[in-house]
């Protein structure tokens, strides 16, 4: 049995409408949601993996927090593709309240 994950994510995207930004949505839902992960715990694999990076630590981090950070960004370019159909310098995916 199979547990649907909740996804509340939010799409910033200048110049997009509301219906965009939920298609946007919808598609970084559908890659989290494949990949059995939440939106929390992978933005949350995300900004550790950037810290880590930042503090030439990568070496501590785990496999599994490396694939929920990449996760995390394919989610993101599969929102703004489906957004925007391009590289947006103002777009964002966030977790939503």
Known sequence: MS???DMNLVVIATGASAEQR???AR?????LRSAGLSPEAAHRAHE???????QAAAADTSP???RAARTWQIA??????ACCGMVSA????LVGP
């Open 27 to 31: 598609a970084a839902a559908h890659v």
């Open 22 to 24: 939920a298609m946007g």
């Open 90 to 93: 103002d777009f964002r995916l």
């Open 48 to 54: 550790q993996l950037a810290r880590a990076q930042a």
């Open 3 to 5: 547990k649907r994950i």
């Open 64 to 66: 599994a927090m490396v």
């Open 76 to 81: 993101g370019r599969a929102a703004m593709v």
